[in-house]
């Protein structure tokens, strides 16, 4: 959309009249006389008539805070899943068993995305996200430092618990990281767009997979584990210059400004003299100036008094009731880890798969829009959430086959491109499912997001650890064939197929979950 210059030195302000109809999760984008549009639809959220609305921000900006903040989540993840090629050498190195030692690697992707993470959400949504994306200032400051502290102290340790210590304290800093760009994607962007963008970042969290094909390296060529918590330290202290100059407060409050803006219905002017009732309609709306690059490098955040901490964390998981955003978490927390000690050639190997997969998934980022904008003029103009479902559906049968033939090519001693191929087949299919599904609950129900986050982060974590932190010794007693192609592809072709269900009935089941007490009472809860 290309910008117009205005009298006032300003971008083109874009307007919109689309609206939520009843049922959460479906939208009139019908384009009305001097509407902005993407892919023929009108854009919705509705921005306001400022310039400092986020909605309003050049797409450079908005692209830009997309890429710091989604590679953020790339550097946090990649602490916790790179270091999986050294568990053997830790094994050695503090005396203790390899499933023992696999628990450096567990235990700290619990915590990353358990308890700090809650208490960050809630505080993003009471004092903005600019905070959070400096560290610091307050309990920002405090993340910060703790990812830092814990990279550098980790490089230092001699011992296991140490190690487990320093590593639980990195992840408590960084643990924001991991979901702050989607509530960045419901803030800045626009629904057309959401998809495409969430792809984006769901492209940096999984690819933190491939920080363990340089930690093979390293180790396959002498190098101390050490170096790896070097790396990742500078990295991100190079990404925290950049959110500096970059990255705004993104925290606004567009309900308030839509109110002030929106001129008095008849009923109100009733009872008001004729006189200062002309004089309000000639009076035009005070849009104040786009602010100067100095004050976005402000570090305060915008403060909601009416968002409360403790209970914004409380009424999250009421979304565990909420059957959309309960797939979205059975989706995340079914991930499937590699066991951990494998050689370093295939710890390479299986890296190198994850980013031909996911990088043969990215021509797809924008399917999903695409699908349900044309499938929303086929429905003069009335967008349902489950239109974007559709590009989901070879993916549903591709990611579980691909690990059918993981698991017996560990088991069997396949050729190793059966491995590859199979472990493809899986990043290239878990894709579509980690982007779509949560775009397709963010548009299911986007008026709290920032609870939704925290339910997510939540189950999942508890999932994956479920999983994950007896895969080795389940391995080592039944095989890979039984735990890998039998129970892990079983339970994640459950999870596919629960597609089907909201493609064909989701509408409904919106529908009926909107007269609920749950659904109102979430409802009423602004984000």
Known sequence: MALKATAHGRGH??????????????VNLRVEQGDDSGYGQALFPVPTENPNDPLQWSEF?????????????????????????FINLWSAEFDVDPAVASELISYPNLVFGLV??????????RHGKKPQDHRRSGDAAINRRQFAAGLIGASQCTTYGGLMATRVIHCFGSSVCEALPVQLVNDIFFLHERGKRIGYYTVCLCLGTFASLPAGYMLSGGYSWRLFF???????MALLILAFFFVEETS????????????????????????????????SPAIPPRKSFVQTLSLRGRVDPDAPFFMTIVHSFSYFLVPQSLWVITTFGINVSPPYN?????????AIAAVVGYGLAIPFTSSSD?????????????????????????????????????????????????????????????????????????????????E???????????????????VLTWVLEDGYAVIMSGVFGATLLANNLVLLIFWIWGKNIRKFMAQTWLIRSIQSRKD
């Not at 559709?390 to 059918?404: Q, S």
Request: with cysteine.
């Open 230 to 236: 070097y790396v990742e330290f500078s990295f991100a």
């Open 61 to 85: 900006k908005k692209t830009m805070i997309l890429i710091i903040c989604s590679l953020y989540s790339f550097l946090a993840n990649a602490a916790i899943i790179g270091p999986s090629p």
């Open 13 to 26: 302000l874009v307007h919109s009249h689309a609206h939520e109809e009843n049922i959460p999760g479906t």
């Open 370 to 450: 695409r699908l349900a904008a044309f499938l929303t003029k086929r429905n003069d103009g009335i967008r349902e959430a489950e239109m974007r479902l559709g590009v989901m559906l070879p993916a549903m049968l591709i990611g579980p086959a691909g690990i059918v033939l993981y698991g017996f090519t560990a088991e069997k001693g396949l050729p190793w491109i059966c491995f590859f191929v199979g472990g493809a087949m899986n990043y290239w299919a878990a894709y579509f499912y980690f982007s779509f599904t949560l775009a397709y609950a963010v548009d299911c129900y986007q008026s709290n997001t920032s």
């Open 452 to 470: 939704m986050l925290i339910a997510l982060n939540i189950g999942k974590q508890l999932i994956s650890f479920g999983f994950g932190i007896k």
């Open 116 to 125: 700090w993470p809650s208490a960050s959400y809630a505080v993003f949504s």
């Open 342 to 350: 494998w050689a370093v050639t295939n710890s390479g190997l299986f």
């Open 252 to 283: 606004y409050d567009r309900r308030a400004a839509a109110a002030l803006s929106t001129p008095p219905s008849e009923s109100e002017k009733d009872g008001v003299p004729e006189q200062l009732e002309q004089s309000v309609e000639q009076a």
